[in-house]
């Protein structure tokens, strides 16, 4: 073989080795999203977070890898939404109160006795009303909703005084998070709101800031909010959805399978999550009462229906409210 045919073997062969490398770092590349809540670690949220990230590691073998952040590390809500806005590989446990600031109707997910059981939860997930609110929100505001099977049961008021009816809240500030949803339903229901972050709640009952809150059982011993509050009453005004969101610029990067892989695993670990809560929820209501806390449950659920509804009135998402029920068939 002549020098000049070895040199162009020599190079054809090195062209084709470089031509294989874009599909072999394609192939071989990895993706991390980091994962922000505002609960404690001791929380059945993070557990489930924690299990999700378990899921989709052992299912794309480890292309793919959720890094949870508890108690805020990342930063504040509000901050990390804007910062998912703006496509980065970030996620926040977050809610339809606060989606509501982008997508007005989809606030009703978070209203007042809207939906009241497992089974009406996941009926939304097709509900054609939700689905097209959750494609604006991806379309126009960068927010992919990866999952809203992650429910918290049932809020209830804890305060220091015992809540039988809307008039018992009357002249109490309750602290909510920041959103129109969360603060006219609070408002609907006879008490004032204060928008609060949620390490801020305990430090402001101590300094009377706030007269109580309005939290599910399973965040109380976390958050020690039985040493500073009497009465856990039984309101269950809000059936708390939470949403597990991403960016949507980020979530169009990723290969299909590992899209799939993401929202697959995080519908079954917010199942398996929001069933265990349900079964905890017993348990930490007799902790509570052993604690000192009294637990108040003849609370009149059909006055309580009535007032708020004017959360949907003052709002004007009546309508969209009445749209999903048709849909679900509630």
Not at 123 to 145: D, H, M, Q, Y
Not at 174 to 194: C, D, F, N, Y
Not at 195 to 211: N, S, V
Request: charged fraction near 25%; hydrophobic fraction near 40%.
């Amino acid at each position: 073989m002549s020098v000049v045919t070895r040199a162009t073997l020599s190079a054809a062969i090195a062209l084709l080795a470089l031509a294989s490398v874009p599909a072999e770092a394609q192939q071989a590349r990895t993706y991390n999203l980091k994962f922000n809540h505002v609960l404690g670690p001791q929380e059945p949220y993070h557990a489930g977070f924690m299990d999700w990230a378990k899921r989709v590691d052992a299912r794309t073998k480890g292309q793919l890898k959720i890094d949870v952040f508890h108690s805020a590390q990342l930063g504040r809500e509000e901050d990390i939404l804007e910062q998912i806005r703006q496509g980065a590989n970030i996620g926040q446990n977050t809610d339809s109160a606060r989606m509501g600031n982008y997508v007005p109707g989809i606030a009703v997910m978070n209203g007042p006795y809207f939906a009241e059981t497992l089974e009406e939860v996941a009926k939304l997930r097709k509900a054609p009303t939700v689905v097209k609110w959750n494609e604006e929100l991806a379309s126009k505001f960068g927010f992919k909703v990866v999952s809203f099977s992650w429910v918290q049961v049932y809020r209830h008021f804890f305060t220091n005084k015992p809540i039988r009816t809307p008039d018992d809240l009357k002249g109490l500030r309750i602290r909510t998070p920041p959103a129109p949803i969360w603060q006219e339903s609070i408002r609907a229901l006879g008490a004032t709101p204060v928008a609060m972050a949620f390490g801020e709640m305990y430090p402001g009952l101590q300094q009377r800031a706030i007269d109580g809150v309005e939290l599910v059982y399973n965040n109380i011993p976390g958050g020690r909010f039985y040493e500073v509050l009497k009465f856990a009453n039984e309101t269950k005004h809000i059936m708390l959805i939470n949403f597990q969101v991403i960016s949507s610029k980020w979530f169009d990067s990723l290969p299909k399978d590992l899209q799939t892989a993401l929202i697959e695993e995080c519908d079954a670990a917010g199942e398996a999550t929001s069933k265990e809560i349900f079964g905890l929820e017993a348990k930490v209501e007799q902790d509570l009462k052993a604690r000192g806390m009294t637990i108040v449950k003849d609370v009149d659920l059909a006055a309580f229906r009535k007032a708020g509804d004017k959360a949907y009135e003052v709002l004007k998402i009546g309508a969209d409210k009445a749209a999903v029920h048709k849909e679900i068939g509630k």
